[in-house]
């Protein structure tokens, strides 16, 4: 966390920009009291909080902004990857803290997810803001709304997909339809299509979405189509395809979650049975995996790095088992160090204690895990069979094989890989998020002297908030955090309320 000064009427905080990098990322100012005033996003964080305290800005902005200005006793940055990474951030800011200097953002409204029930015989898609329909699958959050809505209709149109809302759509659902017409539907319900080759257009539709190879075979067909276009100097229809492209990039970004629902599908035993037995003989397992740990990592630009350890059984997530580690060692920089830490500690500990080790062990990366791997394995002697699923193509790296093995996307072991990695993935991701938003809670209590970061847990699990803790005397915060003195609680109290309310215009800090 960075901080800023404080300031007079005629000067705004200090702002060093050398401790602010030119990359995308969220920006939360806050008051002296510690509270959250302000939640921004910037796609070079650098130049937009310069903004805010050069004295020209301060001098000529409207009054509501410079009262903002006036406010701010600190700041903190969180850069991120993309620019939509930022706004996914941003609007999960302003949602927890309601922000005063905030306008937008602050209601119920969240971004479009993209939905899809498998279990229709002609699926469909549908945009929804909330996840609520355990039997779907969703893609999202977007940030950019116009760019999804612009490429499922292209998938749809492309792919001959039905949008029709019904459910089992039938000849009376066509008699006022024309979507075969104008948007060359291939027209299910008059049974034009088999349910078996429609599936096969959805599963292309669906991969597209994954990112995966037919994402990338759709851009370079974009790509030529543009190109022959403005060819023939038609330059308007190279536009178009020139922009679609753009929009299949944008929802591309790594922004883009997958709630990976394959999870809560796989309830049948004869299709976890299937998987495990498919992993067994494409990768000649000596036993059946039916015990199997996967590993991801998470961080923000190599900070609150976290790694994840989901583990299935039968087929099927055993929550109970799950772990979540903090990385310790302060020489890990990279996701390779974090994962020979994570698994080393993992698997030290088992041998140390005993405890039954799984029958297949699965990361998340490629060729720099599986060497990670591969000395952790060999400093602590194991044997457990293990390998790497790389998520561009999805090819399962092994230490034993130079060439990646490359299973047919319909292969149920491939499909069972890929619901333990996003297990994975969203177990690691929810422990990073977790760890920004205690830091922000509980960054306003560093400052305390005698106040260590077990006590600011205490505060904050037992009062709330620091708002909450201003509402009370010495006596009553004494009384309501245990093992806490009554000097120690106005030593805190005193420090919150020294600069508590934020200055009124026309009057010095």
Known sequence: MSDASSATPSSPPVFRSQDVPRTPGVYVFRSQAGEVIYVGKARNLRNRMRSYFMPSTYMKEEPRRRALIHSIASYQIFPVATEAEALLLEAQFIKQYSPRYNVDLRDDKRYL?????????????????????????????????????????????????????????????????????????????????????????????????????????????????????????????????RDMAGHLRTILEPTRRFLNQTIARR?????????????????????????????DMSNISGTLAVGSMVLFRDGRPSTGEYRRYRIRSPQATDDTSF??????????????????????????????????????WQALGLQIPFLGLAKQFELVILPDREAPLALPRENPGLRLLQAIRDEAHRWANGYNRQLRVARIKDSVLEEIPGVGPKRRMELLQTCGSVKRILQMTPAQLARKVPGLGDKLAKTILETLQQHATPPRPGTSR
């Not at 000849?171 to 104008?182: S, Y």
């Open 113 to 241: 997810l993209v939905a899809m029930n498998p279990a229709e015989t002609f699926p469909h898609f549908t945009f929804e803001r909330v996840r609520r329909d355990g039997n779907c699958l969703y893609f999202g959050p977007f940030p950019h709304s116009h760019a999804l809505r612009e490429t499922i209709r292209y998938l749809e149109k492309r792919l001959g997909l039905r949008s029709c809302p019904c459910p089992e759509p039938g000849p009376e659902n066509h008699r006022h339809c024309l979507q075969d017409v104008i948007r060359q539907c291939t027209a299910p319900c008059l049974g034009a299509i088999s349910p078996q080759d429609y599936a096969l257009r959805v599963e292309k539709a669906l991969a597209v979405l994954r990112g995966e190879e037919p994402a990338r075979e759709l851009l370079q067909e974009l790509e030529q189509k543009m190109k022959e276009a403005a060819g023939k100097r038609a330059y308007e229809e190279a536009a178009q395809w």
């Open 267 to 295: 309830t049948n035993p004869q299709e976890n049975s299937a998987g495990m037995e498919a992993l067994r003989e494409a990768l000649d397992l000596p036993v059946l995996p039916r015990h199997m740990e996967c590993f």
């Open 339 to 376: 994962m020979e830490e994570v698994l080393t500690r993992r698997y030290g500990r088992l041998l140390r204690e005993g405890l039954p080790l799984p029958d297949l062990v699965v990361l998340d990366g490629g060729v720099p895990q599986v060497h990670t791997g591969m000395r952790v």
